[in-house]
């Protein structure tokens, strides 16, 4: 039997994910220019993505690593395989699976945040980072756009285009002002008085 509400549309909210910024500490902006990933290998969150655009990030940054967080799959193999074709595997730090409790000691060496997914809704790595005071650069996909600011509170992306994510991740790490601008957005983005 299908249920139908006489609820009016206006009565209707929608309660996005949200955190809460009292237990997040701004991190100073680090002197290493290290990239966070996280979301494994799951095809649908874009770690192929920014592997391919790792090879034009690393020519202009030479020093720049990439840590990459979450739970690998079958497709772990693959991706490995893919960085080591194109010559920047020794650039990647390929870390699994962390529990929650761990996550500040990688936020706090993160220059920026990278979420080039392919399907996302509302990431709360996005939130979180952004609790940070951290740049994110993503894809334009599902609730992301709701959450970035494009070029305010961080840099959107066309969504599986390796280089349109690595010119915006080039345009942050060749500018600090820009990066902290930016984090300082990101912040303000989910403070009670914004």
Same mark, same amino acid.
């Given at each position: 039997?299908?249920?139908?509400?006489?609820?009016?549309?206006?009565?209707?909210?929608?309660?996005?994910?949200?955190? %809460? /910024?009292?237990? !997040?500490?701004?991190?100073?902006?680090? =002197? @290493?220019?290290?990239?966070?990933?996280?979301?494994?290998? $799951? #095809?649908?969150?874009?770690? %192929? /993505?920014?592997? !391919?655009?790792?090879?034009?990030?690393? =020519? @202009?940054?030479?020093?720049?690593?990439?840590?990459?967080? $979450? #739970?690998?799959?079958?497709?772990?193999?693959?991706?490995?395989?893919?960085?080591?074709?194109?010559?920047?595997?020794?650039?990647?730090?390929?870390?699994?699976?962390?529990?929650?409790?761990?996550?500040?000691?990688?936020?706090?060496?993160?220059?920026?945040?990278?979420?080039?997914?392919?399907?996302?809704?509302?990431?709360?790595?996005?939130?979180?980072?952004?609790?940070?005071?951290?740049?994110?650069?993503?894809?334009?996909?599902?609730?992301?756009?709701?959450?970035?600011?494009?070029?305010?509170?961080?840099?959107?992306?066309?969504?599986?285009?390796?280089?349109?994510?690595?010119?915006?991740?080039?345009?942050?790490?060749?500018?600090?002002?820009?990066?902290?601008?930016?984090?300082?957005?990101?912040?303000?983005?989910?403070?009670?008085?914004?």
């Amino acid at each position: 039997m299908l249920f139908r509400s006489k609820i009016a549309n206006n009565k209707i909210f929608i309660v996005s994910n949200g955190v %809460d /910024i009292s237990k !997040f500490t701004v991190r100073s902006t680090p =002197k @290493k220019k290290t990239i966070l990933f996280m979301g494994g290998s $799951g #095809e649908h969150k874009g770690l %192929d /993505i920014l592997i !391919f655009s790792l090879v034009f990030i690393i =020519k @202009k940054h030479p020093n720049t690593e990439i840590i990459i967080l $979450g #739970e690998m799959n079958k497709r772990e193999e693959m991706l490995i395989q893919m960085v080591k074709k194109l010559g920047v595997f020794s650039k990647t730090k390929w870390k699994g699976l962390v529990f929650q409790k761990e996550m500040y000691s990688f936020y706090k060496d993160t220059y920026l945040v990278v979420l080039p997914s392919k399907l996302d809704l509302f990431p709360l790595a996005a939130l979180e980072t952004m609790a940070y005071g951290i740049p994110i650069v993503a894809a334009n996909v599902g609730g992301i756009p709701e959450i970035i600011n494009n070029k305010v509170n961080g840099l959107i992306v066309n969504c599986e285009d390796p280089y349109s994510l690595a010119k915006a991740i080039v345009n942050l790490l060749d500018n600090r002002s820009e990066e902290r601008r930016v984090g300082k957005e990101c912040r303000s983005r989910w403070s009670p008085y914004h």
